[in-house]
């Protein structure tokens, strides 16, 4: 699978994660445990970091400059710190 096929996989499977727990959180909350949706989101968001990283990362390496991937890098970090923080 190239990379551009895996990354639509991945997205499709983002999306699908989306769906179901958004949907059940609707339709099913008062029968499903609200641990178990929050977690169906939270792998959802971080398919979708992810995701959004790579395409990044793309991006400012096409820029050619320093400044571009030391931003990048930062705004990762915080991305990632932020979600730890978050879902602690």
Partial sequence: MK???F???V???AVA????ALAAGKLLGW???PQVLHVLTLIAQI????ITAVFAFYFA???RSKGWMIAYAVFVIIIVVFLV???I
């Avoid at 994660?17 to 179901?20: G, K, T, Y």
């Avoid at 398919?47 to 992810?50: L, N, S």
């Fill in 31 to 33: 029968l499903i445990n």
């Fill in 3 to 5: 990379g551009k096929q």
């Fill in 85 to 87: 923080v978050n879902n």
């Fill in 17 to 20: 994660f989306i769906a179901v």
């Fill in 11 to 13: 997205s499709y499977v």
């Fill in 47 to 50: 398919i979708a970091y992810t």
């Fill in 61 to 63: 390496k096409s820029k």
């Fill in 7 to 9: 990354i639509n996989v």
